[in-house]
């Protein structure tokens, strides 16, 4: 097979089952099988041995890593609900934390395990 077909196989069904409710279990304790399921099919499709690092292979194929997913996909929800969101204005100076946003607040224990992203 051509390593542009296995690409192309790789944006189409891999990169999309990654991304699927990345926000629910992009940052689970198990992520990391992701993570390494990606690695090995990063590896098979430019047909390295799987002792190969794949820290060079994955800019050289424009590829976002699993955690660069889930950071890309954490900062799109915020700045798709920015207005859920208070910015803090905590002094008159000129700091970085000057805007800090914070969560809004909720009361349910459910609502904190399921993370401030998930729908009531």
Known sequence: MDADLLLLYYF????SCLSYAIMCWGSCA????GFRAQKRIIRIILFKSFTFSCTELSPELN????PSLF???SMMQVKNNLSEYAVSRN???????N???T???HRLTIKVANGPFLPN
């Not at 189409?12 to 990169?15: C, F, I, L, M």
């Not at 002094?91 to 934390?97: E, K």
């Open 63 to 66: 590829l976002l890593t699993f």
């Open 71 to 73: 950071i890309l996909a």
């Open 103 to 105: 969560l809004p607040k």
């Open 91 to 97: 002094n008159q100076y000129d700091l970085r934390v």
């Open 12 to 15: 189409g069904y891999v990169q």
């Open 30 to 33: 198990r992520a990391d099988e």
């Open 99 to 101: 805007m800090d946003m």
